[in-house]
């Protein structure tokens, strides 16, 4: 559904959680103490017995796959880099292991106020158990083994629904898009690009995933999560406008293509002293058809979707478009393209296709020196792979 059709109507935004939920934060020059209060979060050992998710068996091995394999786990050793002093360095924040605007999402423990943790909890695990699926603080995880606690029930006694593709984008895209301007300008931190299909395909399965298309639905939902949060770091003033507006205006146009809606002409170009109220508006109608996608998904619709953004060369021959925001389109679009075509193929894509996939994720890899024409030409070809 595209921003403006009328099955959209006004609701109040949720509020995305970040890191481990609500738990109060620690400065980093605060030093543990003793607490009589019950820890909230426990950290991987509580999940990693046998008889849990530490064992043998088609379950009960899935620490061993998160612990062996994912990085999440190595999230933390970033942080004692010597490129992460150097960004530190440049910002001016001291200790990168030590610091909040750091740890937050590299090691999400350490921002949690010692009173909450477990003594076993370790800083060096990284982005843990808690981080995607819950602290301990609700009742869930002291019945979420037993046999007859269904997935609905571990929900409903405060468990995150990360099968909700929903929540699960909610859950991952703080920490997989929102960058403090700073961090970048000055840190020269690498700039994150939020895709939660092909970032989710990328971690080693220690979880099954169920129903048809997961892999289209989780890509759009993910789309307008990524133009959600944009539009509310763009209304926030919390961005770069010269990087961000194009990037903006980029997942706004796929959106849209993607959807077999009308593209907005001139985008924010044309919005003269309006844009704040423009990228208000559009934090609300993104949400709207994240949450409409993980409710009502047709997977039948997956092959017409990419045919539709395949067919897109003539909006790279439109040399009214800066060559900016044509290069922030072609970079989502590759991607788009990628996961849609896997979705549709899975591992039969014809070799056609996948070379021409090839070729428009090179002429897409440079931004400066991005080529609409020989984009648009590539682009053409490559719809013509696709039966």
């Not at 009589?36 to 050992?45: F, I, K």
């Not at 770091?233 to 205006?249: G, N, S, Y």
């Not at 989502?332 to 979705?343: M, T």
């Amino acid at each position: 559904m595209i921003p403006g059709h009328p099955d959209f109507s006004p609701l109040r935004l949720k509020v995305t959680c970040v890191a481990l939920l609500v738990v109060p934060v620690l400065s980093a020059q605060e030093s543990p103490v003793k607490s009589t209060v019950s820890p909230v979060v426990l950290g991987t050992a509580s999940c990693a017995s046998s008889g849990c998710h530490g064992g043998a068996g088609e379950k009960n091995n899935q620490f061993h796959l998160w612990n062996l394999n994912d990085v999440h786990t190595r999230s933390y050793a970033t942080l004692t880099t010597a490129r992460s002093a150097r960004m530190a360095e440049a910002l001016g924040i001291g200790d990168p292991t030590r610091s909040a605007r750091c740890t937050t999402c590299h090691a999400p423990a350490l921002t949690v106020d010692p009173k909450w943790l477990a003594p076993e909890v370790k800083p060096t695990e990284g982005v843990a158990c808690s981080s995607c699926h819950g602290t301990g603080q609700e009742a869930w995880l002291r019945s979420h083994t037993r046999p007859d606690f269904s997935h609905a029930d571990r929900v409903a006694a405060g468990m995150r629904d990360v099968k909700n593709l929903y929540v699960r984008a909610n859950t991952c895209v703080a920490c997989h898009q929102n960058l403090d301007p700073e961090i970048t300008a000055k840190g020269h931190h690498p700039e994150l690009i939020f895709e939660l299909d092909g970032q989710t395909s990328a971690q080693p399965r220690h979880w099954t995933e169920q129903g048809e298309g997961r892999g289209a639905q989780g890509w759009q939902i993910g789309q307008a999560v990524a133009l959600r949060e944009l539009s509310g770091a763009l209304a926030r003033k919390q961005a770069e406008p010269v990087r961000d507006i194009p990037r903006w205006e980029a997942l706004l146009w796929l959106l849209q293509r993607a959807e077999n809606g009308p593209v907005a002409e001139g985008s924010l170009r044309k919005v003269s002293g309006k844009e704040v109220q423009a990228f208000g508006q559009m934090l609300t109608l993104a949400d709207q058809l994240a949450q409409k996608l993980a409710a009502d998904f047709d997977p039948a619709t997956v092959p017409e979707t990419l045919k539709r953004l395949a067919a897109t060369s003539g909006d790279f021959a439109d040399k009214s478009v800066p060559q900016n925001v044509q290069a922030r389109r072609a970079e989502r679009l590759v991607l788009a393209l990628d996961r849609l075509l896997k979705a549709r193929d899975g591992d039969n894509i014809a070799p056609a296709a996948s070379a021409g996939l090839d070729k428009l994720f090179v002429l897409a890899q440079s931004l400066p020196g991005f080529d609409p024409e020989a984009f648009s030409l590539e682009l053409k070809a490559f719809a013509a792979t696709l039966k």
